[in-house]
């Protein structure tokens, strides 16, 4: 007897910097969702896609849910919530290696709700950097947090469990066709993975100094004429202020040289093509507070 085809959506949650993002990426075997020590570096709903002979899983990455300061903060909210209302099954990511606090109950109290009509996976994740005592005590007391349909300890990083978490999920999934076709990884528009990979590179660069104050835009891409393995992308990356914008450049622009060299190398990659990349600095003045920017910036 055959086994059904399934196929449908799952996201994970959890509070910023969980590791919800590189285990997307465990499981796509592919980067599309960007990753970073920097918490809440993601701000689109990146979905990857797992395909298997079996099953087609897409998976929609989520800010992290947090207590909101600024209107970026509620409309990253809201996309959350509208994310989960629409996927089949939930992954409520948790590190292994750090107590389950008040940030986590804060998201567990939500998904209670959605747990009457969707099935919630627990997740305990990054196992590689905690002790066997360390993982046994948090799959207890994250079953003491709320009722999961399954609990599951993973590492994106060494690889443990993931395959049995895409099972887990997968047996979740309605029974269907596949919903993308063959080889699709993501179906972000590139324009949009390219400005996440140069915002990526640019938080590496200034861990501690801008947070959330990068926001990338990509004007344009367009092949060069005279090459036809040689694509040009021009990107604008906005701070807040005059001051950040030095912080971007460096001494003598050799910091935003070097984002700009890293973003194109993952840039490459994505687009198996050359690419000149146009990276230039530019001052929206407080634009996590002002709609009308918010809108321009993409959120």
């Not at 409520?92 to 998904?111: H, M, S, T």
């Not at 887990?168 to 596949?178: A, C, D, F, Y």
Request: aromatic share 4%.
């Amino acid at each position: 007897m055959t086994t059904p085809h399934r196929s449908g959506f799952a996201c994970f949650v959890g509070r910023p910097n969980t590791g919800k993002s590189t285990l997307t990426n465990a499981l796509v075997g592919s980067k599309v969702a960007i990753t970073s020590s920097k918490p809440q570096t993601t701000r689109h709903a990146i979905r990857g896609i797992v395909q298997r002979p079996d099953a087609q899983l897409i998976i929609v990455d989520t800010p992290g849910l947090h207590r909101p300061r600024t209107l970026l903060g509620q409309r990253l909210n809201d996309v959350v919530r509208a994310t989960w209302s629409e996927v089949d099954v939930v992954g409520f990511c948790v590190p292994a290696n750090e107590k389950i606090g008040p940030g986590d109950r804060f998201i567990a109290a939500e998904l209670v709700k959605l747990s009457r009509h969707t099935p919630v996976v627990g997740i305990v994740t990054k196992t590689d950097v905690a002790t066997k005592n360390q993982v046994a005590d948090q799959l207890v007391a994250l079953q003491e947090v709320m009722e999961f349909t399954d609990l599951i300890p993973v590492s994106a990083v060494d690889g443990f469990q993931v395959d049995r978490l895409a099972d887990v999920l997968v047996s979740r999934l309605p029974e269907g066709p596949q919903l993308y076709p063959d080889g699709e990884l993501t179906d972000e528009p590139e324009a949009t993975l390219i400005a996440e990979l140069v915002r990526e590179a640019a938080l590496e660069g200034v861990r501690d100094e801008l947070p959330h104050s990068i926001a990338v835009t990509v004007e344009e891409i367009t092949e060069r004429e005279d090459r036809d393995d040689m694509l040009d992308v021009w990107a604008n990356l906005y701070v807040e202020r005059d001051s950040q914008k030095g912080i971007v450049l460096g001494h003598k622009g050799e910091r935003l040289k070097s984002v700009g060299a890293t973003a194109r190398r993952h840039i490459e990659a994505l687009l198996g093509s050359k690419v000149y990349l146009h990276l230039h600095v530019k001052v929206a003045k407080d634009w996590q507070r002002d709609p009308k920017q918010l809108r321009r910036l993409g959120f």
